[in-house]
Nanobody, 115 residues
Framework: QVQLVESGGGLVQPGGSLRLSCAHSGTIFSIGAMAWYHQAPGKERELVAA???????YYADSVKGRFAILRDNAENAVYLQMNNLKPEDTAVYYC?????????WGQGTQVTVSS
């Protein structure tokens, strides 16, 4: 079954760090560009970071210098290392292809940044 499963979210204080993981099954995810997206309450889902098959990365301006996206095709995984977290990073985080396929949206993982 082709699917994506996100994990690693939680509650963290401002300035803290989290590492999100996305486990994927299906060749399409090892071949295509992958990305992390987030959706804050009352807002549209938006792209946070993306990585191509050969490792070229893209970051939204709001996370540049704080987040890092990595992929391990041998382990069928994509990661998002989030440092210096801010309250405005609070959202549900999802992984998907870039551009995303509607049928591959998973449950996401909640990240809450609060003191």
């Amino acid at each position: 079954q082709v699917q994506l499963v996100e994990s690693g979210g939680g509650l963290v204080q401002p300035g803290g760090s989290l590492r999100l993981s996305c486990a994927h099954s299906g060749t399409i995810f090892s071949i295509g560009a992958m990305a992390w997206y987030h959706q804050a309450p009352g807002k549209e889902r938006e792209l946070v970071a993306a990585i191509t098959r050969n490792g070229t990365t893209y970051y939204a301006d709001s996370v540049k210098g704080r987040f890092a996206i990595l992929r391990d095709n041998a382990e069928n995984a994509v990661y998002l290392q989030m440092n210096n977290l801010k309250p405005e990073d609070t959202a549900v985080y999802y992984c998907n292809l870039s551009p995303p396929f509607r049928k591959y949206w998973g449950q996401g993982t909640q990240v809450t940044v609060s003191s």
